[in-house]
């Protein structure tokens, strides 16, 4: 716990904050609306005895009371996919539309790459990319237990990634959810802050700035890009947004979330940011019994 | 990452196979070859193309340019006559080849050919003298079928997904069939958009099953089986 005290400052209530962190998370999955409604889905682990309990502020989310959410008749047939009720959030404030083109720039496991396909109706392209070639096998096995038929796969450094593969020259919208430090995981992994430096959380948010930047460069004017990590530290996440206000035509925009939240910072360690970044979330573990996580919406303005 | 909703194989699974392979549930990791391959050893072990390399399936045996590969009439006759499902569900979905005869679905833009990981998803593997559906095809796209389905109580489904084989009586064609059963009965079927339900099922896929000599034999794949224990 003891790298999250360089929070103290920016998080209201950090002794909840902590006490938080020290609580263990519970199982939650997203129901796979590709395969099944979000009724069907209940009718299932009601009828087969899996106790469940709806999130308010997303139908799509269960909070199960089982510790094997793999082994149950909804996870078989590709109706639930376990994951971090937080997680569902960055597809959700992506808002992609059935028939467009989307990038989701560092794609697995694919737990939000389905869920932007689920989103879409399954109609039109996501294109799933990461660069490491075995958790991508696993996005390709997620993909197909849960029916995903929208999907083309794709494994290049997304700091570069190249269009060649495709015919279109632009996406309507693409995800970062970038490689981060991984902090707010901590109540899942008890041992997620064990290699925590600060120098990590530098070199990591050199990955983050060139992965955002090149997602807004491969997105057309008016489009939408979402980034976002499941860390706290303001280098991690304020500062890349800032970075790419900096050098690329793009602004951050509002969006609603049915979570309590806190806005974004705008100052951390003798930097300053964009006021704008306000309009980001940062949702900490006290808040919503969650993991913790940070989501900003961007436009492209060129 | 530890960040990882679903848990991934630690050692980074054995990447590039084209099996059905790794990951999820709880911390049990699978990276296993396909099991299919047990049931038809013949036509089974695909040689991929090393180039990743996809193909559009031609219309029809005229635009036919490259030996032994099916063509996307083929392909939606097939699961028609064997399984009734209606050619139209295909409609706006796109059938390619890549390597020799695994044939992947797919609902998005890409031109022909495409040099990447995935397209779609697997839905048949081809060039054998028997055609097989996918596992994950079936539970996809099966519920619009009318024949050659099996239906299997909770107790056979069970065994089913966990890989068993069972003596089971069947009076239809002997060959891949498709295994499903009741669950979840009495709300409506999948949506159309997410909470809008459109269509009634009453028979859930569960997988392929190849009926022979009386017994059914469960062709999910390895890593894809499952010990579910219902609590009731
Ligand atoms: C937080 S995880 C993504 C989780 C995924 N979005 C999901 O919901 O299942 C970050 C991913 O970024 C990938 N990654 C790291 N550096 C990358 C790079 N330079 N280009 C593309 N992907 C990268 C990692 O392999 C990892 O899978």
């Known amino acids: 716990m003891e790298p999250l005290e360089r929070y103290r400052p920016i998080i209201d209530d950090f002794e909840a904050f902590l006490e938080a962190c020290r609580r263990p998370l519970g199982t939650a999955v997203r129901v796979n609306t590709i395969k099944a409604s979000v009724e069907r889905a209940i009718a299932v682990l009601s009828e087969t005895g899996t106790a469940y309990e709806r999130v308010d502020w997303n139908p799509r989310v269960l909070r199960l009371e089982t510790d094997s959410p793999g082994s149950t008749w909804t996870s078989f047939h590709g109706f639930t996919y376990g994951q971090e009720e937080v997680s569902a959030v960055p597809a959700g404030v992506l808002d992609p539309q059935p028939g467009e083109r989307v990038w989701d720039a560092c794609g697995a496991p694919g737990g939000k790459t389905t869920q932007i396909a689920a989103l879409m109706d399954d109609r039109g392209t996501v294109v799933a990319n990461d660069n490491n070639l075995g958790r991508l096998s696993a996005l390709r096995f997620n993909a197909e237990r849960l029916g995903a038929t929208s999907l083309a796969v794709t494994n290049q450094d997304a700091r570069n990634f190249s269009m060649k593969p495709f015919e279109f020259d632009r996406f309507d919208r693409a995800l970062v959810d970038a490689p981060c430090s991984c902090e707010g995981t901590i109540r899942k992994n008890p041992d997620a802050l064990e290699d925590w430096s600060e120098d990590h959380l530098h070199s990591v948010a050199g990955i983050q700035k060139g992965i955002l930047r090149r997602a807004i460069q491969t997105t057309r004017e008016g489009g939408t890009v979402v980034y976002s990590t499941c860390t706290f530290a303001p280098e991690e996440n304020e500062a890349v947004v800032q970075h790419a206000l900096e050098n690329e035509p793009c602004e951050v925009v509002d969006f609603d979330l049915g979570l309590e939240h806190s806005p974004g910072v705008t100052a951390w360690d003798g930097e300053e940011f964009d006021p704008s970044l306000e309009q980001a979330a940062r949702i900490y573990p006290h808040q919503n019994d969650t993991g913790g996580f940070f989501v900003a919406k961007l436009e492209v303005t060129a | ?232």
């Not at chain 2, 409506?188 to 009926?211: Q, T």
């Open chain 2, 1 to 232: 990452m530890a960040g990882d909703d679903e848990p991934i194989a630690d050692g980074e699974a054995a990447a590039e196979s084209d099996d059905e392979s790794v990951v999820e549930s709880d911390g049990e990791t699978a990276v296993e070859p396909d099991n299919e391959t047990a049931v038809e050893p013949d036509g089974e072990s695909l040689e991929e193309n090393v180039g990743q390399r996809f193909d559009r399936l031609p219309a029809t045996a005229a635009e036919r340019r490259v030996e032994g590969r099916a063509t996307r009439e083929e392909v939606v006759d097939y699961f028609a006559d064997r399984f009734g499902i209606p050619a139209e569900t295909f409609e706006e979905y796109t059938f390619w080849e890549k390597g020799a005869g695994k044939i992947w679905i797919y609902a998005g833009e890409a031109p022909s050919p495409i040099e990447i990981e995935a397209i779609g998803m697997t839905c048949l593997r081809t060039r054998q003298e028997h055609w097989k559906p996918t596992t994950d095809f079936v539970q996809r796209f099966g519920r619009r079928a009318t024949d050659c389905v099996i239906e299997l109580s909770r107790e056979e489904a069970r065994a089913f997904i966990d890989g068993q084989d069972q003596d089971l009586e069947w009076n239809g064609d002997w060959g891949y069939l498709i295994a499903a059963h009741e669950i979840g009965v009495g709300s409506e079927g999948r949506p159309g958009r997410d909470g809008e339900a459109v269509e009634g099922a009453a028979l859930e896929p569960l997988g392929v099953g190849l009926y022979v000599h009386g017994e059914l034999q469960s062709v999910v794949p390895k890593g894809r089986q499952r010990s579910v224990s219902d609590r009731r």
